[in-house]
């Protein structure tokens, strides 16, 4: 077999997400192809045992066979001298299951088997009653069985039952030995072989498609010499010990890794934490063994934006104006004249609300940092959406710390000055108020002017920076959620949830050496994520490559070394 360059470079594409899938298969795919073992030129060759098999009655070639002409395709690929394509209808009589009502199953009985059964040894049973079934349904112990209906990838395929008797449900045909030519145990690896051209035969809806009786007994399937089969069937077993065996240690590793990101993660996210300088350079120092799969990319991002809003990611300068300062001066100008409702009149002190902010900072609420904090439009939008005027933002263009222009949909200037209360401008603030709850993004330089629709508008932020509200809006404003501490339900913010959030202030010097910092790691973050997607389908190409010169004849590669 072709398969020497495909175990050298295993380790290169051990960690690619579908190796060990792929790895069972191209196994598989060599079984009915003839590469897993060697041939034995002592064999009884397969068109002696198809002789044999049949008793003295002369069989057909796959040309002549019993079933339609006109249903069989050509071979796909050639087969050892001593073996034959043959086809599932002259070797197998398929009897299709029972069809059953709801209203005939019973708390006992004797066990239904649907497909889910064989799928998956943990579904559950239906049952019926034994009088009701003719004996051509039941199904017992090594009953040949051939599901032909449901979603591809997942329900088509061969099956030998070991469960004891049953009875056989529609959409699974018991298949009847016509001839003694196949060991059953290779017949399934043959016919799971060729799954791929029967689910192209199949035809029906999305997501549900069948194969009929007629074009399933067409199906060619490859007939090596018997003691063959059985060598292979002990090969293919053996391999697929090795194959699990693999994806345990795979499972481990990943755990392992896993275990050890979220204890890293955790330990920086952790405020007041002592160790805090050693647990953030062990983690640096790990970040490529731990960051192994794009999808752990958005945790690190998430990271690094609590470690912002803790005060954790850029030293404090106690040259920087201190936090309170700021928010006396905003204070003296809003009492000169306060623009909407004044929703933290008569509340407590937001000091010490989460953490012990560093010397500079301060507890505010987001209310006292903006000039308002309100609603975009809640009310029927029937006919006065346009082709072309003011932008009109809903929750699908807010993401978090992004402005997502797909779906942007548009409002005429008329109806925009008679909801200008919610009127965007760059520099405000969106929020979310349902379903991704807390989700914010700050109004971009590109959308001079917009409106909105159910969404919370933190409008002119004045001492803290639109950036730095964002990232506390999309990291620590869900823990206050959970904690209930702004008196929400998880599913839906309102104006006041915004308004009266503790938030962590720093100096606005410090914020812009925090947004500074957030963007080159997040940056760091992006080529990271792409750096692991490129190589994760590098290791994708690189296996597609070796499985398929693996699978090439012999006479193919030396051709291509030429050329």
């Known amino acids: 077999m072709n398969a020497e360059r495909l175990l050298a470079h295993y380790h290169e594409i051990a960690d690619a997400p579908d190796a060990i899938a792929r790895l069972r298969r191209f196994v598989l795919d060599l079984a009915v192809r003839g590469k897993l073992v060697p041939q034995d030129a002592g064999d009884e060759p397969a068109s002696e045992l198809l002789r044999r098999s049949d008793k003295g009655r002369p069989q057909a070639s796959f040309k002549e066979s019993r079933t339609d002409n006109n249903e069989t395709s050509d071979p796909e690929y050639d087969l050892p001298a001593n073996w034959l394509w043959v086809r599932i209808g002259d070797h197998l009589e398929l009897i299709n299951g029972m069809a059953f009502k709801p209203t005939d199953w019973k708390p006992s009985g004797i066990k239904i088997v649907r497909i889910q059964n064989l799928n998956r040894p943990d579904a559950p049973f239906n049952y019926c009653d034994p009088t009701m079934v003719r004996d051509r349904f039941l199904i017992n112990d090594g009953a040949f069985l051939i599901s032909w209906s449901g979603t591809p990838g997942t329900s088509f395929g061969a099956f030998i039952w070991e469960r004891g008797e049953a009875v056989l449900n529609q959409h699974i045909f018991r298949c009847d030995f016509r001839l003694n030519a196949f060991d059953p145990l290779y017949l399934r690896l043959a016919i799971n072989g060729r799954l791929d051209e029967m689910i192209a035969k199949a035809h029906g809806g999305v997501g549900l498609q069948h194969i009929t009786k007629g074009k399933l007994e067409a199906l060619l399937i490859a007939l090596p010499p018997l003691a063959e089969q059985r060598r292979i069937v002990v090969k293919f077993d053996e391999l697929m010990r090795l194959c699990d065996r693999l994806e345990a240690a795979r499972g481990d590793r990943e755990s392992v890794r896993d275990r050890l990101e979220a204890a890293s993660l955790t330990r920086l996210s952790a405020p007041d934490s ?290």
């Open 274 to 563: 002592e160790t805090f300088q050693a647990d953030a350079r062990f983690a640096l120092d790990a970040l490529p063994a731990l960051t192994t799969r794009p999808d752990q990319i958005q945790q690190l991002r998430q990271t690094i934006l609590k470690l912002a809003v803790f005060g954790k990611l850029v030293p404090q300068d106690p040259k920087d104006e201190p936090a309170s300062e700021l928010l006396d001066k905003l204070l003296a100008q809003k009492s000169k004249g306060q623009r909407g409702r004044d929703w933290t009149a008569g509340m407590s002190d937001a000091r010490g609300q989460m953490f012990k902010a560093p010397v500079g900072w301060a507890w505010t609420r987001i209310a006292d940092t903006c000039e308002r904090v309100t609603v975009g439009y809640v009310g029927p939008m029937k006919d006065q959406y346009v082709d072309i005027g003011i932008p009109f933002l809903r929750s699908q263009n807010v993401r978090a710390n992004r402005f997502r222009e797909e779906g942007l949909i548009y409002i005429s200037p008329h109806f925009h000055k008679k909801i200008i209360k919610s009127a965007l401008v760059p520099g405000d603030v969106v929020v979310v108020r349902s379903g991704n709850v807390g989700t914010a993004c700050v109004i971009p330089e590109t959308i001079p002017e917009a409106n909105c629709s159910d969404l919370v508008v933190v409008q002119r932020p004045q001492c803290v920076l639109p950036t730095f509200l964002c990232f506390y809006l999309n990291s620590l404003a869900a823990l206050h959620v959970e904690a209930g501490s702004v008196g929400v339900a998880l599913t839906h913010f309102n104006t006041k949830s915004v308004a009266t959030m503790p938030l962590p202030l720093p100096p606005l010097a410090e914020q812009h050496r925090i947004v500074a910092k957030v963007d080159s790691l997040v940056a760091l973050c992006d080529r990271l994520e792409a750096c692991l997607t490129a190589t994760a389908a590098t290791r994708r190409r690189l296996l597609d490559a070796l499985l398929a010169e693996a699978l090439a004849p012999t006479d193919d590669r030396k051709l291509e070394a030429a050329e």
